[in-house]
Protein backbone atom coordinates (compact mmCIF):
# COMPACT_ATOMS: atom_id res chain seq x y z
CA UNK A 1 0.00 0.00 0.00
CA UNK A 2 1.30 3.56 -0.74
CA UNK A 3 2.03 5.90 2.33
CA UNK A 4 2.56 9.42 1.69
CA UNK A 5 4.59 11.42 4.69
CA UNK A 6 5.07 15.19 5.70
CA UNK A 7 7.43 15.60 8.49
CA UNK A 8 6.79 18.92 9.12
CA UNK A 9 3.83 19.37 11.27
CA UNK A 10 4.26 23.56 10.84
CA UNK A 11 6.31 25.80 9.40
CA UNK A 12 6.30 29.69 9.09
CA UNK A 13 7.60 32.27 7.02
CA UNK A 14 7.84 35.97 6.74
CA UNK A 15 5.33 37.63 4.19
CA UNK A 16 7.01 38.02 0.82
CA UNK A 17 9.50 35.06 1.17
CA UNK A 18 9.68 32.01 0.00
CA UNK A 19 8.94 28.69 2.21
CA UNK A 20 9.15 24.80 1.17
CA UNK A 21 6.76 22.02 2.21
CA UNK A 22 8.47 18.59 2.20
CA UNK A 23 6.71 15.49 1.54
CA UNK A 24 7.87 11.87 0.83
CA UNK A 25 6.09 8.94 -0.36
CA UNK A 26 6.33 5.15 -0.65
CA UNK A 27 5.18 3.15 -3.84
CA UNK A 28 6.28 0.59 -6.01
CA UNK A 29 4.05 2.02 -9.28
CA UNK A 30 6.01 3.36 -11.47
CA UNK A 31 3.00 5.96 -13.13
CA UNK A 32 1.15 7.89 -10.52
CA UNK A 33 -0.19 11.38 -9.70
CA UNK A 34 0.86 13.64 -6.94
CA UNK A 35 -0.95 16.49 -5.80
CA UNK A 36 -0.70 19.02 -3.00
CA UNK A 37 -4.12 20.49 -1.57
CA UNK A 38 -5.00 23.83 0.47
CA UNK A 39 -7.21 23.38 3.79
CA UNK A 40 -7.77 26.94 5.13
CA UNK A 41 -9.53 27.83 8.22
CA UNK A 42 -12.28 27.59 5.86
CA UNK A 43 -12.23 24.00 5.64
CA UNK A 44 -12.55 23.90 2.01
CA UNK A 45 -9.88 21.52 0.20
CA UNK A 46 -8.29 23.60 -2.73
CA UNK A 47 -6.27 22.10 -5.12
CA UNK A 48 -2.88 23.92 -5.40
CA UNK A 49 -1.32 21.98 -7.63
CA UNK A 50 -0.80 18.34 -9.52
CA UNK A 51 2.20 16.40 -10.79
CA UNK A 52 2.09 13.38 -13.09
CA UNK A 53 5.01 10.64 -12.04
CA UNK A 54 5.62 9.92 -16.49
CA UNK A 55 6.61 13.83 -16.86
CA UNK A 56 9.78 14.91 -15.85
CA UNK A 57 9.10 18.76 -15.96
CA UNK A 58 8.33 20.24 -12.19
CA UNK A 59 4.62 21.43 -12.17
CA UNK A 60 4.09 25.30 -11.73
CA UNK A 61 0.85 27.40 -11.11
CA UNK A 62 2.17 31.04 -10.58
CA UNK A 63 3.42 31.44 -6.95
CA UNK A 64 3.39 27.91 -6.71
CA UNK A 65 5.82 25.23 -7.78
CA UNK A 66 7.13 21.76 -7.01
CA UNK A 67 10.11 19.87 -6.50
CA UNK A 68 9.64 16.32 -8.25
CA UNK A 69 12.55 13.87 -7.39
CA UNK A 70 11.05 10.31 -8.65
CA UNK A 71 13.88 8.03 -7.62
CA UNK A 72 13.93 10.22 -4.00
CA UNK A 73 9.86 9.35 -4.16
CA UNK A 74 10.10 13.43 -2.93
CA UNK A 75 7.37 15.93 -4.15
CA UNK A 76 8.34 19.03 -2.34
CA UNK A 77 5.86 22.32 -2.59
CA UNK A 78 7.80 25.70 -3.19
CA UNK A 79 5.63 28.90 -2.35
CA UNK A 80 7.23 32.46 -4.04
CA UNK A 81 6.39 36.03 -2.32
CA UNK A 82 4.15 34.25 0.32
CA UNK A 83 1.01 35.76 1.38
CA UNK A 84 -1.15 36.00 4.24
CA UNK A 85 -3.66 34.16 2.24
CA UNK A 86 -1.30 31.41 2.30
CA UNK A 87 -1.78 30.33 5.78
CA UNK A 88 -3.39 26.94 5.97
CA UNK A 89 -3.28 23.15 5.83
CA UNK A 90 -1.45 21.69 3.33
CA UNK A 91 -2.22 18.47 2.19
CA UNK A 92 0.39 16.15 -0.28
CA UNK A 93 -1.52 13.43 -1.56
CA UNK A 94 -0.25 10.46 -4.15
CA UNK A 95 -3.15 8.90 -6.52
CA UNK A 96 -2.15 5.66 -8.34
CA UNK A 97 -3.81 4.91 -12.04
CA UNK A 98 -4.71 1.40 -10.49
CA UNK A 99 -8.02 0.43 -8.73
CA UNK A 100 -10.32 2.63 -7.80
CA UNK A 101 -7.79 5.40 -8.10
CA UNK A 102 -8.18 6.69 -4.09
CA UNK A 103 -6.32 9.72 -3.08
CA UNK A 104 -4.01 8.60 0.12
CA UNK A 105 -3.10 11.76 2.11
CA UNK A 106 0.19 12.79 4.03
CA UNK A 107 -0.53 13.97 7.73
CA UNK A 108 -0.30 17.97 6.79
CA UNK A 109 1.69 20.64 7.59
CA UNK A 110 0.07 23.61 8.69
CA UNK A 111 2.01 26.91 7.82
CA UNK A 112 1.12 30.21 9.08
CA UNK A 113 2.85 33.84 7.26
CA UNK A 114 3.95 36.47 9.97
CA UNK A 115 3.29 39.84 8.49
CA UNK B 1 -23.18 27.13 -8.81
CA UNK B 2 -21.80 24.41 -6.66
CA UNK B 3 -19.74 21.68 -7.63
CA UNK B 4 -19.93 19.35 -4.65
CA UNK B 5 -22.80 20.09 -2.12
CA UNK B 6 -22.75 18.48 1.30
CA UNK B 7 -25.84 18.92 4.02
CA UNK B 8 -25.48 19.59 6.59
CA UNK B 9 -22.40 21.70 7.12
CA UNK B 10 -22.61 20.92 11.38
CA UNK B 11 -23.96 18.81 13.09
CA UNK B 12 -24.92 17.74 16.68
CA UNK B 13 -26.50 14.97 18.15
CA UNK B 14 -26.57 12.49 20.74
CA UNK B 15 -24.85 9.19 21.27
CA UNK B 16 -26.62 6.82 20.04
CA UNK B 17 -28.92 8.61 17.40
CA UNK B 18 -28.76 7.76 14.09
CA UNK B 19 -27.89 10.89 11.49
CA UNK B 20 -27.31 11.04 7.56
CA UNK B 21 -24.95 13.49 5.46
CA UNK B 22 -25.63 14.11 2.15
CA UNK B 23 -24.17 14.73 -1.18
CA UNK B 24 -24.50 15.88 -4.64
CA UNK B 25 -21.98 16.75 -7.14
CA UNK B 26 -23.14 18.57 -10.30
CA UNK B 27 -19.62 18.08 -12.77
CA UNK B 28 -20.49 14.72 -14.24
CA UNK B 29 -17.88 13.03 -12.46
CA UNK B 30 -18.43 8.71 -12.99
CA UNK B 31 -16.80 8.26 -9.24
CA UNK B 32 -17.83 9.75 -5.39
CA UNK B 33 -15.64 9.42 -2.31
CA UNK B 34 -16.46 9.35 1.84
CA UNK B 35 -13.24 10.93 3.93
CA UNK B 36 -13.05 11.30 7.33
CA UNK B 37 -10.83 13.85 8.41
CA UNK B 38 -9.99 13.21 12.28
CA UNK B 39 -9.10 16.02 15.43
CA UNK B 40 -5.69 15.65 14.11
CA UNK B 41 -6.63 16.65 10.75
CA UNK B 42 -5.46 13.00 9.18
CA UNK B 43 -8.11 12.64 6.18
CA UNK B 44 -8.64 8.48 5.54
CA UNK B 45 -10.92 7.39 2.74
CA UNK B 46 -13.60 5.19 3.97
CA UNK B 47 -15.77 4.49 1.28
CA UNK B 48 -16.48 5.04 -3.01
CA UNK B 49 -19.13 4.47 -5.52
CA UNK B 50 -18.39 3.99 -9.24
CA UNK B 51 -21.44 4.57 -11.37
CA UNK B 52 -23.28 3.45 -8.73
CA UNK B 53 -21.31 0.42 -7.57
CA UNK B 54 -19.24 0.03 -4.35
CA UNK B 55 -15.71 0.20 -5.03
CA UNK B 56 -13.56 0.78 -1.96
CA UNK B 57 -15.06 0.03 1.52
CA UNK B 58 -12.13 0.87 3.66
CA UNK B 59 -11.96 -1.06 7.50
CA UNK B 60 -15.23 0.89 8.64
CA UNK B 61 -17.85 -0.15 11.47
CA UNK B 62 -20.78 -1.42 10.22
CA UNK B 63 -22.67 1.38 11.87
CA UNK B 64 -21.83 3.13 9.01
CA UNK B 65 -23.49 2.83 5.76
CA UNK B 66 -23.32 4.51 2.17
CA UNK B 67 -25.43 4.72 -0.62
CA UNK B 68 -25.80 6.03 -3.99
CA UNK B 69 -29.09 6.07 -6.04
CA UNK B 70 -27.11 7.18 -8.93
CA UNK B 71 -24.34 8.61 -9.88
CA UNK B 72 -24.33 12.15 -8.69
CA UNK B 73 -25.60 11.40 -5.17
CA UNK B 74 -23.88 9.60 -2.71
CA UNK B 75 -25.00 9.96 1.39
CA UNK B 76 -23.63 8.50 4.42
CA UNK B 77 -26.15 6.87 6.78
CA UNK B 78 -24.58 6.30 10.54
CA UNK B 79 -26.36 4.21 13.20
CA UNK B 80 -25.65 4.18 16.75
CA UNK B 81 -23.77 7.14 16.88
CA UNK B 82 -20.83 6.37 19.29
CA UNK B 83 -18.41 10.17 21.03
CA UNK B 84 -15.63 8.75 18.57
CA UNK B 85 -17.87 9.22 15.43
CA UNK B 86 -17.13 13.25 16.01
CA UNK B 87 -15.03 14.08 13.36
CA UNK B 88 -15.58 16.10 9.70
CA UNK B 89 -16.87 14.01 6.85
CA UNK B 90 -15.96 15.14 3.53
CA UNK B 91 -17.78 14.17 0.20
CA UNK B 92 -15.92 14.20 -2.93
CA UNK B 93 -16.06 13.44 -6.35
CA UNK B 94 -13.76 12.55 -9.54
CA UNK B 95 -13.47 10.84 -12.91
CA UNK B 96 -11.29 7.37 -12.93
CA UNK B 97 -9.38 7.80 -15.44
CA UNK B 98 -8.09 4.76 -17.19
CA UNK B 99 -5.79 6.58 -19.73
CA UNK B 100 -3.23 9.09 -19.12
CA UNK B 101 -5.49 11.78 -17.90
CA UNK B 102 -4.81 13.58 -14.37
CA UNK B 103 -7.74 14.07 -12.06
CA UNK B 104 -7.42 15.13 -8.65
CA UNK B 105 -11.03 15.42 -6.60
CA UNK B 106 -13.48 17.96 -5.98
CA UNK B 107 -14.37 18.26 -2.39
CA UNK B 108 -17.81 19.42 -1.00
CA UNK B 109 -16.81 21.76 1.94
CA UNK B 110 -17.55 19.33 4.66
CA UNK B 111 -19.86 18.19 7.25
CA UNK B 112 -18.44 18.70 10.68
CA UNK B 113 -20.29 15.91 12.95
CA UNK B 114 -20.42 16.39 16.95
CA UNK B 115 -21.68 13.65 18.86
CA UNK B 116 -22.32 14.38 22.44
Known amino acids: AQTVTQSQPEMSVQEAETVTLSCTYD???????LFWYKQPPSRQMILVIRQEAYKQQNATENRFSVNFQKAAKSFSLKISDSQLGDAAMYFC????????????FGQGTRLTINP | DTAVSQTPKYLVTQMGNDKSIKCEQNLGHDTMYWYKQDSKKFLKIMFSYNNKELIINETVPNRFSPKSPDKAHLNLHINSLELGDSAVYFC???????????????FGSGTRLTVV
Open chain 1, 27 to 33: TSESDYY
Open chain 1, 93 to 104: AYRSPQGAQKLV
Open chain 2, 92 to 106: ASSHVSRGRGIYGYT
